[in-house]
Nanobody
């Protein structure tokens, strides 16, 4: 089992940058595929990025490709999301998620993950 805690959210102007962190408990962090999701008010939670346990395989939603970068440090049990060129439409609560199931399903959907953090708020002003 793993516990996840997000941090790094805040208020930023459009065009600015933020770096989110996801700290994980447990001794086998590298066994977990990790994801970032976000949920804006009145909208469903949506996929942002995915990184495999080794960090070798990375995927992004089209809406953030080229602006966001996901990474992980398995020695520190941490995952990061570097967000650049932020837009007002990026405003949302951002969640990290984890799974250690080998065939967990489509990584773009919530059902593919078993553990979730409580989220960190990102607000981008125009």
């Amino acid at each position: 089992q793993v516990q996840l805690v997000e941090s790094g959210g805040g208020l930023v102007q459009a065009g600015g940058s933020l770096r989110l962190s996801c700290a994980a408990s447990g001794r086998t962090f590298s066994n977990y595929g990790m994801g970032w999701f976000r949920q804006a008010p009145g909208k469903e939670r949506e996929f942002v990025a995915r990184i495999s346990g080794s960090g070798r395989y990375i995927y992004y939603a089209d809406s953030v490709k080229g602006r966001f970068t996901v990474s992980r440090d398995n020695a520190s049990n941490a995952m990061y999301l570097q967000m650049n060129s932020l837009k007002p439409e990026d405003t949302a609560a951002y969640y990290c998620a984890a799974t250690n199931r080998f065939n967990s399903g489509d990584y773009r959907y919530e059902y593919a993950y078993d553990y979730w953090g409580l989220g960190t708020q990102v607000t981008v002003s125009s």
